[in-house]
Structure formats: C-alpha cells, structure tokens
T-cell receptor, first 112, second 118 residues
C-alpha cells in the first residue's frame, strides 16, 4: 500500500500558484519524497524529489515540513498544460531495486 | 531528463494470441527496468522488476508465466503477454533507472502501450 495520503482532486486558476499537499506521517529517516505527474494517457513524468530540505527546479518547488511528516508541491504559475494527476511517493534511495509504489494521487484541474 | 521509449504505442490482438511490448532506454543504460499496468481511472500498479541478465521479480498476484519479461541488454526489456484475454486489456507502462548517475538516479517512464484484446 502507498505510504502517502493526498486529496483526490483540486482546482486551480490559470496563472495562479497550485499547492498540492501530501501527508506521509510514517516516513522513515532514509526515505525521500518524490513527485511525479501523469497527463492523460501518457507515462508519468518526474517532477522533483527531496529528503528534508526544500527543493526547487524549473518545474516546481517542494516544501517539506521540519518533522518530514508532510510536504507541499508548488507549481508557481499553473498553466492549462499542468492539468494532470499528481503522485506523491516516498521511497528509500540507495543500491538495489527500490520500487515506486503509486497511490491514487491528486487530480489537478487548471481552469482558464 | 532521460528518454524511455515503448513499442508499439498501441496494439489490438485477438484472444488467445501473444503480444510483445518493447521498452528501450534511448540515451542511458538501465540496469533495472520496471513494468506497470494501469486500468482506466485507476493508478499504476507495479507488475514486476526486471534486472539485466537475471530473472524478473514479480509482484504478488502477477502471473509470471503469463507476463514474460526479458531484460537481455542494458537498454532493452520486453514484456510478452501470453495467451491474452480481454481482461488483459490495459495500459502497460515501463520505466527505467539510469544507474550511470549513481544512487541519485531517478526513474523515468515510457509513454505507455495501450493493449486491447478482442
């Protein structure tokens, strides 16, 4: 079973920031938080990941709480093309064949 | 990011026949590849983990004799659905990890293959 909890759906206005929450209260010390998204009928796309520090890349920002029990993915200026299902996943990093286990994700709809 | 391709992108086959789906890492070597299945309006379900040169590890409930996985090279893994039935109709997605980037390597996904069994 997935180790994360996400709201099933969210709406956002185009041009505004989209803030997607994720609860991972049972996260272990060696587990990272990964975010992927899946646009309809496509393969998932990697967005960002982090351990305990906030992270930012060209796509998004990831804010992880100090106790690491929750995080927020921020799309600073959402566009219609950001409409997708967003998955928050926790996974250990290291050698071996660590698996990405997908939960139900959050369906984000960006409205014009 | 790294590119993973799948072929074919969609396939229609008759019940009882076998179908092979290819997954390739185009610009990196993938020691490990993963196969997922996704039914309409559901999340991705991991089917198996494939390591180059060794047998695949299947998730609980996935029939290894029905879903044959071969990972013969560092850039190619294949999934063969044997004796396909209509209930095997699904979206099959592969992913690969670029170990050349070290332990920080992320997992990249192919575009998926839509299988319809009639």
């Amino acid at each position: 079973d997935a180790k994360t909890t996400q709201p099933p759906s969210m709406d956002c206005a185009e041009g505004r920031a989209a803030n997607l929450p994720c609860n991972h209260s049972t996260i272990s010390g060696n587990e990272y938080v990964y975010w992927y998204r899946q646009i309809h009928s496509q393969g998932p796309q990697y967005i960002i990941h982090g351990l305990k520090n906030n992270e930012t890349n060209e796509m998004a920002s990831l804010i992880i709480t100090e106790d690491r029990k929750s995080s927020t993915l921020i799309l600073p200026h959402a566009t219609l093309r950001d409409t997708a299902v967003y998955y928050c996943i926790v996974r250990a990093r290291g050698g071996g064949s660590e698996k990405l286990v997908f939960g139900k994700g959050t369906k984000l709809t960006v409205n014009p | 990011g790294a590119v993973v391709s799948q072929h074919p992108s969609w396939v229609i086959c008759k019940s009882g026949t076998s179908v092979k789906i290819e997954c390739r890492s185009l610009d990196f070597q993938a020691t490990t590849m993963f196969w997922y299945r996704q039914f309409p309006k559901q999340s991705l379900m991991l089917m198996a983990t494939s390591n180059e040169g060794s047998k695949a590890t299947y998730e609980q409930g996935v029939e290894k004799d029905k879903f044959l996985i071969n990972h013969a090279s560092l850039t190619l893994s294949t999934l063969t659905v044997t004796s396909a039935h209509p209930e095997d109709s699904s979206f099959y997605i592969c992913s690969a990890r670029d170990w050349g980037l070290g332990q920080g390597a992320e997992q990249y996904f192919g575009p998926g293959t839509r299988l319809t069994v009639t």
